[in-house]
């Protein structure tokens, strides 16, 4: 008699692995967020305090070009990309390409000197320790990430671990980790009240000289317990 394959066999059941990539809320608007949708990524908008995209333990910051060549001159790029060391794997995805010059031979441009990008670019990679990826338009963009999270569908960590923390560091790092509160702010905290407990114990209104609507939200977390 022939054998029967039996397709219920424990064998050949396969539990369906959920990918997932956590993004910043700030890119919830952007089109990648639905191409990757498309393309049948389950999407996590969360609050990053570094990059755009996490995807297992990558740190993933995109520009447009537009806005590379934006952040290039305020040095706004120098800082999130000091911020991605945090993260021992990272990439700078620069998207739009095809759409728009990264830079211009043209002597009588008006836009950035294509030396100085190139130069830029060279410190990214070197410095930096960062790789580049260039892509066509947001599809193209989507197209990069949904590969990248079918390779690492690990569970994802919303905020970055560093290591080798000094003292100073791991108090910031503990503030940074409440909602609203970046660099700047955890460290007025720390100048003004010295510790974490006289933070936490400090009266609303002595916080909100320096927290001002985010004191709330803080306060709530506080007073919240665990499992609530």
Do not use: C
């Amino acid at each position: 008699m022939k054998k029967i394959f039996d397709i219920f066999s424990e064998k050949r059941i396969k539990e369906k692995r959920t990918i997932k990539i956590v993004v910043d809320y700030r890119e919830k608007n952007s089109l990648v967020l639905s191409e990757l949708k498309s393309l049948g990524i389950e999407i996590e908008l969360a609050q990053l305090d570094v990059a755009d995209y996490l995807i297992g333990n990558i740190a993933i910051e995109r520009k447009t070009v537009s806005d590379f060549l934006s952040s290039m001159i305020n040095r706004r790029l120098l800082h999130q990309l000091e911020q991605m060391n945090q993260y021992e794997n990272r990439l700078l995805l620069i998207e739009g390409i095809y759409e728009q010059e990264l830079y211009s031979e043209d002597e009588n441009s008006k836009g950035v000197h294509s030396n100085s990008v190139r130069g830029f670019l060279i410190s990214i990679l070197l410095k930096h320790r960062t790789p580049i990826i260039f892509t066509k338009n947001y599809e193209d963009t989507a197209r990069f990430l949904a590969i990248l999270a079918k390779r690492k569908s690990k569970e994802i960590s919303v905020r970055a671990i560093k290591k080798d923390l000094d003292k100073q560091e791991r108090l910031q790092f503990i503030l940074e980790g409440f909602p609203g509160i970046g660099p700047k702010t955890a460290k007025e905290l720390l100048k003004k009240f010295k510790t974490i407990k006289n933070i936490i114990n400090a009266s609303e209104e002595e916080l909100k000289k320096i927290l001002g609507k985010k004191t709330e939200n803080m306060l709530r977390i506080v007073g919240q317990e665990f499992g609530a």
